[in-house]
């Protein structure tokens, strides 16, 4: 499985931006669990949204109300619309699949938001 990110980039607080995830070498992607987690500076790596094979999502506290995962299964696509950003959501993002015992990350994109 390999999960290649995308959308990434600098953005003033209060912008928005959507990443992207690809699944390639998977095989019915639609049956993984998909999320997406971010690692700011010094920190450990945080879940920040996950959306399972029947579309339900699930989502931290922090981004609640602000964040979006969707999935497009024919296009084996994972995204997080992110809106109204902050600094403090500054941080390299990195998705993930997920099935069974096995867990799967791609290379991560890095997001930071400007005061």
């Known amino acids: 499985v390999q999960l290649q990110a995308s959308g990434g980039g600098l953005v003033q607080a209060g912008g928005s931006l959507r990443l992207s995830c690809a699944a390639s070498?998977?095989?019915?992607?639609?049956?993984?669990?998909m999320e997406w987690y971010r690692q700011a500076p010094g920190k450990q790596r945080d879940l920040v949204a996950s959306?399972?094979?029947?579309?339900?999502?699930n989502y931290a506290d922090s981004v609640k109300g602000r964040f979006t995962i969707s999935r497009d299964n024919d296009k084996n696509t994972v995204y997080l619309q992110m809106n109204s950003l902050k600094p403090e959501d500054t941080a390299v993002y990195y998705c993930?699949?997920?099935?069974?015992?096995?867990?799967?990350w791609g290379q991560g994109t890095l997001v930071t938001v400007s005061s």
């Open positions: 959306i399972t094979s029947g579309g339900s999502t």
């Open positions: 993930a699949a997920a099935r069974g015992s096995s867990q799967y």
């Open positions: 070498r998977i095989i019915l992607f639609s049956h993984y669990v």
